[in-house]
């Protein structure tokens, strides 16, 4: 079983940058895939970016957000990272981390939803403010 925390949400001013991680714990090794998800009160829950471990590696974002956030992790402490800079207020949501073992999920062009991954936190509230 793996459980995902993540952190690091807060309110910042249009322009501004934030850092979300989020930590995972229990049985870690294989969990190839790893994303962020978010969702704006009356949206639905849309994928943000994604992360594939296996192979060479690879790293997937939403048109929305590309050029201004970026996905990583660092293996030694178990944690998946998301760099947000130049913060909209459009970026206002709740961000979700998730993970899967199955290396479909993540490794093509296909954004796949929250009924592919397995596990999910609990979110980490991001407002940005104009």
């Known amino acids: 079983q793996v459980q995902l925390v993540e952190s690091g949400g807060g309110s910042v001013q249009a322009g501004g940058s934030l850092r979300l991680s989020c930590a995972a714990y229990g049985y870690t090794y294989n969990v190839y895939c790893m994303a962020w998800f978010r969702q704006a009160p009356g949206k639905e829950r849309e994928g943000v970016a994604r992360l594939y471990s296996g192979g060479a590696g690879r790293t997937y974002y939403s048109d929305s957000v590309k050029g201004r956030f970026t996905i990583s992790q660092d293996n030694a402490k178990n944690t998946l990272y998301l760099q947000m800079n130049s913060l909209k207020p459009e970026d206002t949501a709740m961000y979700y981390c998730?993970?899967?073992?199955?290396?479909?999920?993540?490794?093509?062009?296909?954004?796949?939803?929250?009924?592919?991954?397995?596990?999910w936190g609990q979110g980490t509230q991001v407002t940005v403010s104009s």
């Open positions: 998730a993970a899967d073992p199955r290396t479909w999920v993540c490794s093509g062009a296909t954004w796949y939803g929250r009924e592919s991954y397995n596990y």
